[in-house]
């Protein structure tokens, strides 16, 4: 070999060395799947019966008490100018009731807000809402209503 020579390794999946032993584990596995038969004419295959039964579903009125909508206006920083706020965009979801005067809903929602409010899901109470706490690793906010009475008046109701 002269100093100035390059050598080219090439590595291709088709030349393997291991590739049999491969071939017979995967035959190896089907093998095991199949099903056995039974040869003894005595046995008589039945249809399996269902051990769990369908969960009946539940009522919509039952559904709609767990939930409630969060209305969020967010005004994000302007990362060109970070002494200036973007215009102000407002964003709509639905959460979940946890507890009394609890409301479980996404982090990001919350993130960069200026207001909350719980909304009922007919669209007939409404109450301002407050941050308890948040997990940003995790994308979850605990809101609660900013006066009791508002959340009374629409969360407590609604828990079974």
């Not at 002269?2 to 032993?21: C, G, L, N, Q, W």
């Not at 969960?55 to 009125?61: G, S, T, V």
């Not at 719980?118 to 407050?130: L, N, P, R, T, Y």
């Amino acid at each position: 070999l002269k100093p100035d020579t390059v050598i080219h390794f090439s590595f291709s999946i088709f030349y393997f060395p291991m590739r049999p032993s491969y071939i017979l584990l995967f035959a190896l596995a089907i093998t095991a799947c199949e099903s056995k038969k039974s040869d003894s004419p005595t046995q008589l295959s039945t249809p399996p019966q269902e051990a769990t039964q369908t969960p009946e579903k539940a009522p919509l009125a039952e559904i709609k008490n767990s939930v409630v909508r969060i209305n969020s206006t967010q005004q994000t920083w302007n990362p060109g100018q970070p002494w200036e706020k973007n215009p102000p965009t407002s964003s709509r979801a639905l959460a979940a009731i946890v507890g009394p005067q609890l409301v479980l809903i996404s982090a990001e929602l919350v993130a960069d807000s200026t207001y909350l409010e719980f909304e009922s899901v007919d669209g007939s109470h409404f109450a301002q809402a407050k941050v308890i706490s948040v997990d940003y690793e995790a994308n979850l906010a605990l809101l609660g209503p900013l006066k009791e009475e508002e959340g009374d008046a629409l969360l407590k109701k609604r828990l079974l």
